[in-house]
């Protein structure tokens, strides 16, 4: 079963080759697996679940997407990076 977790309806130019890059499927440090579909500038990121099992809490897919954003960053390069995603995401009192 694949659970939709997050659309991004704008990805920019300077990203597409990094996400274009990882594939259709990503697998997580948490060992959860993700699938990814890039339609033009739209990208769609499904959680590959067994659906026999409960979906992991919001928080733990966040963390998730989080490591798959700073990847994306850190391949893009330049001022993007996954420590300036980090400051970022502190300065907002996200902890990672």
């Known amino acids: 079963m694949l659970l939709p977790v997050l659309t991004e309806q704008h990805v920019w130019d300077d990203f597409r080759p990094a996400v274009e890059a990882i594939g259709d499927t990503w697998t997580a440090p948490s060992g959860r697996v993700y699938r990814l579909a890039l339609h ?4 769609e990121i499904y ?3 067994d659906d026999l099992e409960t979906p992991p809490p919001g928080p733990l897919v966040d ?15 330049g001022d993007w990076s996954s420590e300036a995603l980090k400051q970022t995401a502190n300065a907002w009192g996200w902890p990672q």
Do not use: E, N, W
């Open 47 to 49: 959680l590959q679940h």
């Open 63 to 77: 963390t998730d997407l989080f490591a798959l954003a700073s990847k994306i960053y850190d391949d893009v390069g």
């Open 40 to 43: 033009g500038h739209r990208l």
